[in-house]
């Protein structure tokens, strides 16, 4: 099948990439791929999970954690600059969610196939001649870093390839379905940080500089820097778009801002799962992977309705029926799918086909459409999602513009009042466009969806925090804790809080900070790059936008093995277990590995087989994965990990994985392994099961051996059992 997938990349570079980037830019008007061969060595699938729980009957969600490293050759020029450039060779790593559906009584059974990447994968390119392309007029403004993120980013959830497999299917409901839901972050306060910054060369300990980063897929939020203070209080309000569970999570990292480099100050993951089955948490959450810290977030899950019934307990709600601002917090979601146009005058110059682009905006929002060339006849198939604050008042504006020359082809404007009047609040039919032809006409289909916080019913005795759970995907390198989370009271020694506007009642933030924080105190992510954020009417909670672009992540300056509390929790746990008899050669299990090192690949190869004999954190027994590190290497993308096996102390994993280090280096390395227990995100039973230390200055590297390891607290003293 490889060399027909081959055939299929061949055809999409040189009939649809290769003329999207002609038309870019005047300077690219040149530019062809020369030569384009993918490489022999095909994509490979370590594992396959299969969803059977929150999922729709008619649809199928599978799970790929694929490989791909490709010594591929794609050569590229660009005549007008004599410029050639290329890529050597391809690594791409993450896992891809694969839906079938609708699953429909007729052959082939499945109406058609969507992928798409959860998070950013990981994505490495050898380029050759990467200096020249970027000193090309146009390109002189990206980097190495940039591109990738684009091309990373471009695979991560909203954006999804859809192959339709039956006609009757409605490919463009496939490609853009609307988001499960909305997901409302009150970024709240934290307490009691690790003071990063020190003075007199480290003898006098100083406070830090916190500030935190959110995640919801490619969706990235920066609050605002809270300068010298170890219980900062940001008080900030972000809106994200949630299109798949299971699988999404949020991801929070708190950091110290410094001149030079950023320290790490902690981190969280939830999974979004659980948070739908709550509506809505108010919590002080344990930081991971650090001593200390806590934070206090308000999640709120808000469902879309299809009616208006609820719109003006939505706008009381969030105040918005009494003030006249076009943003703050969000009532409604629109969500727009642009499909074409027709008839689209000519622009400046007669009997010339125009480059159309679509330029839409809502309030402050406005977003637009990728470039058709040369037609007047384009057609776009996108979709747009805009944050609406109040849609009584606000209008949807539409205007069609020439790139090529820069004029207006024609505009009209939408109230999205009229959406309310409208039948499951949803439009679908051509608009004519005004100041254009006679004849111009734009297709889209456009529906509104109320935000509402819906209540479950829930029995007498029942605790929420039980049921918030640790995603299985969950970051390694996690510090492990069996502390009790803090209830969501404040210490005493903390200030009163007073309600806010506009925010619900259980928003709290001080006076003290009220005073403090400017008014439009606005998030950037990254620094160099415009800021955008609005002021809640009346308030100094920051809402910013959802796509943000997303710089290189911030290596991870802590990992399990610098952290002695887990090993201290361990060691607890022996005691317990071990209750006054002698535990065995082996008290906390073992791990089978093969480790060798591929000189044709120039990669080491690790193969995680099995453990046996775990000790067990429940009455179920334990829910165990392995993290490995090559060391002394602990940023993310270092990171490699298996999947979780559920209620097992024997778990078979036959996962393999690698490292890109040739033999001399890895000689010099040691690998980190770490054997978790995933439990549940408040309860007790999480945390490290066993720790493993492999020095690889071995002669045998490059024959490899398969081998039994004695797992112990702190990794220290392994030795081969088998």
């Not at 005795?461 to 299985?472: E, F, L, N, T, Y």
Request: aromatic letters at 6%; glycine letters at 6%.
């Amino acid at each position: 099948m490889w060399p027909f997938i081959c055939q299929f990349i061949e055809k999409l570079f040189r009939e649809t990439i290769e003329p999207a980037v002609r038309g870019a830019n005047n300077h690219l008007s040149t530019f062809s791929f020369t030569k384009i061969d993918i490489g022999h060595q095909p994509l490979r699938i370590n594992g396959v999970k299969v969803y059977t729980e929150n999922v729709d009957k008619r649809q199928i969600i599978l799970d790929l954690q694929i490989s791909f490293v490709g010594n591929c050759e794609i050569d590229l020029e660009i005549k007008r600059y004599f410029c050639r450039a290329g890529v050597k060779s391809i690594q791409i790593h993450g896992t891809m969610r694969v839906i079938l559906e609708p699953l429909i009584g007729d052959m082939p059974l499945i109406g058609a196939l969507s992928l798409f990447f959860l998070r950013k994968p990981l994505l490495e390119i050898n380029w050759t001649g990467l200096t020249n392309l970027l000193d090309v007029p146009g390109l002189n403004g990206l980097s190495d870093t940039i591109i990738l993120d684009i091309i990373s980013n471009y695979l991560v959830l909203p954006n999804r390839i859809t192959v339709p497999l039956v006609s009757e299917v409605q490919i463009a409901q496939l490609r853009f379905p609307i988001p499960k839901g909305v997901l409302r972050i009150h970024f709240i306060e934290a307490q009691d940080l690790e003071g990063k910054d020190t003075y007199l060369k480290g003898i006098v300990k100083g406070k830090s500089d916190p500030y935190g980063i959110l995640r919801v897929g490619n969706q990235i939020f920066q609050s605002k820097v809270i300068k010298e203070n170890l219980n900062p209080k940001w008080n900030e309000v972000y809106e994200a778009l949630v299109y798949e569970h299971p699988g999404q999570e949020l991801e929070i990292e708190l950091f110290d801002e410094d001149p030079d480099k950023d320290d790490f100050l902690g981190s969280l993951m939830i999974d979004l799962i659980e948070v739908e089955k709550e509506r809505l948490l108010d919590e002080w959450f344990t930081l991971d992977e650090v001593s200390k810290g806590k934070l206090h977030l308000k999640l709120e899950w808000l469902t879309l309705m299809p009616t208006a019934e609820n719109l003006d307990k939505v706008l009381t709600s969030i105040r918005a029926d009494k003030d006249q601002a076009n943003d703050g917090l969000s009532s409604a979601l629109l969500i727009l799918y642009l499909d074409s146009a027709r008839n689209l005058p000519s622009g400046k110059k007669i009997n010339s086909n125009p480059n159309p682009l679509v330029l839409l905006s809502v309030g402050h929002k406005a977003q637009e459409s990728k470039i058709r060339y040369k037609t007047n006849e384009p057609v776009w198939e996108e979709n747009f999602t805009f944050f609406v604050h109040n849609p009584k008042r606000q209008d949807l504006e539409v205007e069609v513009r020439d790139e090529q020359h820069q004029c207006s082809l024609g505009n009209f404007k939408l109230p999205l009042s009229q959406l309310l009047e409208s039948e499951d609040l949803t439009m679908h039919q051509r608009f004519h466009l005004s100041n254009s032809g006679p004849n111009s006409t734009i297709n889209m289909k456009i529906a509104l969806r109320v935000l509402s916080l819906e209540k479950p019913a829930r029995s007498p005795d029942h605790q929420h925090s039980a049921q918030v759970k640790r995603p299985s995907l969950s970051k390694d390198a996690r510090k492990s804790s069996f502390k009790p989370q803090v209830p969501v009271s404040p210490p005493p020694d903390s200030n009163k809080p007073v309600p806010a506007s506009p925010v619900t009642d259980s928003d709290k933030k001080t006076e003290t900070a009220e005073k403090s924080q400017p008014p439009n105190a606005s998030p950037q992510w990254p620094r160099d790059l415009s800021r955008s954020s609005s002021s809640l009417h009346a308030s100094n909670f920051s809402y910013s936008p959802s796509h943000l672009s997303v710089k290189e992540p911030t290596p991870s300056i802590a990992s399990d093995i610098s952290l002695p509390i887990a090993t201290q929790e361990l060691r607890q746990r022996l005691r317990q277990l071990e209750n006054g008899t002698t535990l065995g050669q082996s008290p906390l299990g073992q791990i089978q590995l093969t480790i060798r090192h591929s000189s044709q690949r120039n990669k080491l190869i690790v193969v995680v087989h099995s453990c046996r004999n775990l000790i067990a954190f429940s009455e179920e027994g334990s829910d165990p994965y392995v993290r490995m590190y090559l060391l002394p290497d602990k940023r993310r993308s270092g990171r490699r990990k298996t999947h979780v096996s559920k209620k097992t102390l024997n778990p078979v994993f036959d996962q393999i994985f690698d490292f890109s280090v040739s033999l001399p280096e890895v000689q010099r390395r040691t690998l980190d392994v770490a054997v978790k227990n995933s439990g549940g995100f408040l309860s007790k039973d999480k945390g490290l099961l066993g720790k493993l230390l492999i020095p690889l200055a071995s002669e045998e590297l490059a024959k490899g051996w398969t081998q039994w390891y004695d797992l112990t607290e702190d990794g220290t003293r392994p030795h081969g059992a088998s």
